[in-house]
């Protein structure tokens, strides 16, 4: 749901690429983000049910007010950054320095868990983050420049124009094609890889939203990481909590199977992620 959920490095990355506006990708991702976690919300008050999993005690009302209370604050960020986007006072990035800035403040004055002297750091790791971010956005407009010398999305149109009738069988093949490259291919690299060749076939061909085109790329390279054979985030676990990662994707195969559902859906009907741009 990270990559979702604004705010989102992915959809900045592809933002990038397709040459669209980084606030409607985040807004894009809302709606979309919101559903797939009600979805999951279900397949664990599902699985709960079947499994018999322990119920913790009842919390009284007193307790459910104070811990209402502490988390208000943290929750209150994004609010403020997507608000300050869809108001128009102001850009993506200077929401998220406003966010920046007002998770310094929760985090040294509400919860009291930072100190300042945590902060060079921190500013430290975020540049290199960054820094990182900018040299795959660097590689995917070189990367781009040699797909197009070699010919390779004119070859890549005629086959998927002979395989595809239409916008949602061009969905739908894409959302196979992407799932495989997803489950061996991190999310941004996966970006790189596939949008200079998929999105002029997207937009050009098939007259698909570039928007939509996104949310959906992003949602299925998500996906692969919890697709077999390589499944990113089961080895990721299995070094945190020692749990094999063959049991553990036969416990998150039904999160799986309803993540195909809604990406189906997704694929289909426009409208989920593009509702509050358009």
Known sequence: LGP??????MFVIYSVMAQVPVSDMLIAGLIPGVILTAVFCGVIALMGYVYQYPVSPKLTWAERRA???DSIPALIIPIIMVGSI??????????????????????????????????PVMFMKSGIYSAAVLFLVAAASV????????GVPQAVTEWVQGVATGPISFMLLVNIILLVIGTVIDGAPGLIMTMPILLPIATKVFGIDPIHFGVVAVVN???GFLSPPVGLCFFVAEAVTGAKSGKMFIVTLPFFFASCIFLVLLSIFPSISTILVR
């Open 4 to 9: 979702i959920i604004p705010p989102s490095i």
């Open 143 to 150: 990367f781009s420049w040699v797909l197009v010398f070699g």
């Open 86 to 119: 869809m108001t128009g006072l102001a850009n993506a990035t200077e929401s998220a320095a406003v966010g920046c800035l007002a998770s310094i403040v929760v985090g040294r004055f509400w919860t009291r868990e930072l100190t300042f002297s945590q902060l």
């Open 67 to 69: 811990a209402i209370m």
């Open 221 to 223: 390279l998500v996906l």
